[in-house]
């Protein structure tokens, strides 16, 4: 069973406007929280992390809010650009365990001009 | 050369081969880890190294055997491998400070894999 979830498969947005991308997860432990991008024939790049203690973190165009209680968090890109064209993964971990992160199965998005 | 790399990029084998990927990172850290990406499928965690021993390995089959010599080097030894292991071989690494989890892992280019 999936821990993490990212229901949608791909998203497309206008160039401008916001981008909101979604993740689930299921396991009441995970305490941080992570957004990667993923352009191809690259590894995930880093984008923006929450911790649990947080709602929100906001990095320039990139906010990230966290809803524990709905075990739900988002990612908002804006104004969104075509450059953000790429595929997005969500991860998470627990403290205690080991380094371990869970990842989604990614969103791809694409921004169009 | 910074951040995290790996080689080869691309490679193509045959199920009785033995071959090896390599990733190598220039950050200081002292965790490196192995993960599998298959098409539709989550990155899977295969390895993880914390000072150069191993600390997890989830049920990975033994045609898959990871060798870290020191901080900045992992190896991925790949023998006898099936089709199904066509995937790309992604290579990370994070710094295991104090209170540990909460660590950004950055990731390599990974290897893409096709086993013929």
């Known amino acids: 069973d999936q821990q993490v979830k990212q229901n949608s498969p791909s998203l497309s947005v206008q160039e401008g406007r916001i981008s909101i991308l979604n993740c689930d997860y299921t396991n009441s432990m995970f305490d941080y929280f992570l957004w990667y991008k993923k352009y191809p024939a690259e590894g995930p790049t880093f984008l923006i992390s929450i911790s649990s203690i947080k709602d929100k973190n906001e990095d320039g165009r990139f906010t990230v809010f966290l809803n524990k209680s709905a075990k739900h968090l988002s990612l908002h890109i804006v104004p969104s650009q075509p450059g953000d064209s790429a595929v997005y993964f969500c991860?998470?971990?627990?403290?205690?365990?080991?380094?371990?992160?869970?990842f989604g199965k990614g969103t791809k998005l694409t921004v169009n001009p | 050369e910074t951040g995290v790399t790996q080689t080869p990029r691309h490679l193509v084998m045959g199920m009785t081969n033995k071959k090896s990927l390599k990733c190598e990172q220039h950050?200081?850290?002292?965790?490196m880890y192995w993960y599998k990406q298959s098409a539709k499928k989550p990155l899977e965690l295969m390895f993880v190294?914390?000072?150069?021993?191993?600390?997890e390995n989830n049920s990975v089959p033994s045609r898959f055997s990871p060798e870290c010599p020191n901080s900045s080097h992992l190896f991925l030894h790949l023998h006898t491998l099936q089709p199904e292991d066509s995937a790309l071989y992604l290579c990370?690494?994070?710094?295991?400070?104090?209170?540990?989890?909460?660590?950004?892992?950055?990731f390599g280019p990974g290897t893409r894999l096709l086993v013929l």
């Open positions: 950050l200081g850290h002292n965790a």
């Open positions: 190294y914390s000072l150069e021993e191993r600390v």
């Open positions: 990370a690494s994070s710094q295991d400070g104090v209170g540990g989890h909460q660590e950004t892992q950055y």
């Open positions: 991860a998470a971990s627990a403290q205690g365990g080991s380094e371990k992160l869970v």
